[in-house]
């Protein structure tokens, strides 16, 4: 199984980032999709998830700046982040579950101010 993610970067604040994750190895259309992350010295916290069924749900700290998608053709998941804040700085984690957890590398956030 592997979840590589990408679209990463540095962005200014108010700006915007696209992240794609695409997925191998799982029958992807199965899997409910997630996007996690992590800050410095925190712990990983839960932005957005998208289930096989398309319903989404999102973190307070996101709700109408991100938006999480999938395209069950091309295996992969997407979150679009508009006015970034430097507070969304963190290392961004895909998820898949279906009955079990699978995680991708990660991909790095860096919002300045």
């Known amino acids: 199984v592997q979840l590589q993610a990408s679209g990463g970067g540095l962005v200014q604040a108010g700006g915007s980032l696209r992240l794609s994750c695409a997925a191998s190895?799982?029958?992807?259309?199965?899997?409910?999709m997630g996007w996690y992350r992590q800050a410095p010295g925190k712990q990983r916290e839960l932005v957005a998830r998208i289930t096989r069924g398309g319903t989404t749900n999102y973190a307070d700290f996101v709700k109408g700046r991100f938006t999480i998608s999938r395209d069950n053709a091309k295996n992969t998941v997407y979150l679009q982040m508009n006015s970034l804040k430097p507070e969304d700085t963190a290392v961004y984690y895909c998820n898949a579950h279906y009955w079990v957890d699978y995680w991708g590398q990660g991909t790095l956030v860096t919002v300045s101010s």
């Open positions: 190895g799982i029958i992807f259309r199965l899997n409910h």
